[in-house]
């Protein structure tokens, strides 16, 4: 038997994982196309010259493009008024081959995001305009049990379950410790594993000793925010490390002067997990491919109706 | 020190802490009256001549009169229409002296559940109509992450962490094991736990060794419907004992031919634990008086406005 030292966690690549999937989702469109004629439609919209909006929404549409999803490009003037903007979804909600509407936020000042987001179709609403998100927006003022995740989260959240699944690790009756508890991750998280029958235990900023519980844990959801806090001597040999965590840490032999570093020791990590995700480069990765495979859910739906 | 078969845990008494309550809401309510000339009013309505939502309903308005909560009893017939008992509804919402809009379940089967309670206005909605219904009923065909809770077990959800603060618990740093992940009472109550900074492990039917981790616990949660599955060997010394549970089991000796226990055997508890509920009489009694909390807690915000 090998050392400790020489012991190498399995890599779990978000990357490639993330590619292997849009290459299914590809796969999938090519049949929709050749059995119906037709194609998923995702309407990106955008409003204002935000430069990290622009971002994000390119990286979007050129997902789309690499896997055959029609995007159909919405750019709007920072000065668009919510009424126009709310027209401009109505539109897009009774235009028959788009079948997901995603609104890049924020939006402007001017404008109530609740109310825009709240008029895209259920149908439609590939960002997964979630069921609290709704109830939320609809009892405004009063504080519910739980707050609802973003988009991203949520698409990010069952990304760390498909991470799981597609390295070949099961969930069912292992101990899963969810380390944070913010409503944009760690709580969404811990209830998506509790559904796939893990025992899950969330520690939290409170937890008095919270390597006591990450020592006995099979599978590690890493979503603190707080870099490199999970040591190596805290994960159990063998377990399955997710990290979350997306840090930024001052690294002057950069030219940035900073790099991103996960909520796990990396570097320790490998010698004793079983699996563990890289930061970046793990978890990020599957936000879109979750979001390509929403639109494609969305239209199959549509389209085999 | 006693040895331990001389220990006996304190029982939290349930129908003490719920008359506590009672007691502290029928002073705010003379209170209320003292300084505005005006007292909560609850709205409960029941459809129909069901034999247990009668008696649940003239219990709920026994516990209003008790604590100088005006009851308006609407008592309308099995064939109401859904149309006359919805303009009920609104007409309760406009009256200023009903304060809370309670409808007793289930209705007939020629009414939509959810459309009348979607007609309750939101500041009287007394039963903790939660944003997560409201998701739902608006996302319908939609499954959502998490499922709504009943009013019923939000009440003793709350309730529960009422018991363990009137006894003088701290839940703050705690290790909590929750012992079923039911949306009813499993899931609420676990998600409160960790909102008041406990640490907290959900464990259930898929887990392959729970009392593992219930042995590890400061405070045990039991709502697994499973009658006395928590052996008092599972219990750490010195833990607190809130059993959820009600179950039914066949005791001949009784002229109903059964009887009521927890989802924790009392007994042997009482040998180990620190503070335990009996059942009946433990989380039970809570629930009437979190609702009058609630109705309160309404008439204050809309009275003292």
Redesign the interface.
Same mark, same amino acid.
């Given at each position: 038997m090998a050392s400790q030292s020489d012991h190498k966690a399995a890599i779990i690549d978000g990357k490639a994982i993330a590619q292997t999937i849009r290459n299914e989702i590809a796969e999938e469109v090519r049949h929709l196309w050749q059995k119906y004629g037709k194609v998923p439609g995702l309407a990106v919209v955008i409003v204002g010259t935000r430069k990290d909006s622009q971002s994000y929404v390119s990286m979007k549409r050129k997902a789309c493009a690499e896997v055959g999803i029609k995007s159909v490009d919405i750019d709007l003037p920072e000065n668009v008024s919510q009424d126009d903007l709310v027209a401009k979804v109505h539109e897009l909600n009774a235009t028959s081959d788009v079948h997901g509407i995603l609104v890049q936020l924020p939006l402007p000042n001017h404008i109530n995001e609740e109310k825009v987001l709240s008029e895209i179709s259920?149908e439609k609403d590939v960002d997964g305009f979630?069921?609290?998100?709704? %109830?939320?927006l609809?009892?405004k003022g009063?504080e519910? &049990? !739980?707050l609802p995740c973003t988009p991203k989260a949520r698409h990010s959240s069952y990304g760390c379950l498909e991470l799981l699944s597609r390295s070949g690790i099961s969930i069912? %009756?292992k101990k899963a410790v969810v380390v944070g508890?913010s409503n944009i991750v760690g709580?969404?998280v811990s &209830? &998506?594993l &509790?559904k796939a029958?893990a025992?899950?235990?969330?520690?939290?900023s409170?937890?008095?000793d919270p390597e006591s !519980?990450i020592r006995e844990a099979d599978i590690i959801i890493a979503a603190a925010g707080q870099a490199m806090m999970i040591k190596g001597s805290w994960i159990k040999p063998g377990a399955a490390v997710i990290d979350v965590g997306t840090n930024a840490i001052d690294d002057p032999s950069r030219k940035s002067g900073y790099r991103l570093v996960g909520d796990v020791d990396f570097q320790e990590a490998c010698k004793v997990a079983g699996w563990v995700t890289p930061v970046p480069g793990g978890v990020g990765p599957m936000t879109v491919a979750m979001l390509l495979k929403n639109t494609l859910d969305g239209a199959k739906h549509a389209i085999a109706q």
């Open positions: 259920i979630h069921p609290l998100n709704v %109830g939320k609809a009892m009063r519910p &049990l !739980f069912k %009756g508890r709580l969404p &209830l &998506l &509790l029958d025992t899950v235990t969330v520690v939290h409170r937890t008095p !519980f």
